[in-house]
């Protein structure tokens, strides 16, 4: 039995060179749930050449486990849910734990479970506490437009 514990990403349109507040609590919060056992994926991208999310929640991971995995490619959401699917397979889990922000758990399980079909993995969304601001909630209200199509895509890649 394998269980993946991913971590998403999350990055803002700033210059940030360091691991965004949003991702050091979304790693606080897994790091509560993973075991050494457990395989871990960090996902999410870079913004004009500097290291990734992924990379940046990697090296401040601290748990121990039994293999970590950088995806440095997913760019959104439905990057991450793909990322997670794939993994999932390759390591042909059982079970996956999403740890995200409060704010976008719905959405991404929503994704991510349509990324697993097929896997018969159990899937569990842990959320970190944070609340969203007024940016975030606009932009999670925005994105939920395109949910269902996202979900469609998710389910055909593999």
Known sequence: MTRLVAVLGYSDAGTRTGLHRVCQARIACAEE????EDVVLFTGWARGGRASEAELMAAAWTTPSRRLLVDRGARTTLGNAIAV?????????????????????RRAGVLVRAALLGTGAKLRVVPTAETANRVTGLRELAAWTVVPLLALVATRTR
């Open 33 to 36: 749930y993973a075991g050494p």
């Open 85 to 105: 699917g794939r993994a999932a397979r390759g390591l042909n889990a059982t079970e996956v734990v999403v740890v995200t922000s409060r704010w976008h758990a």
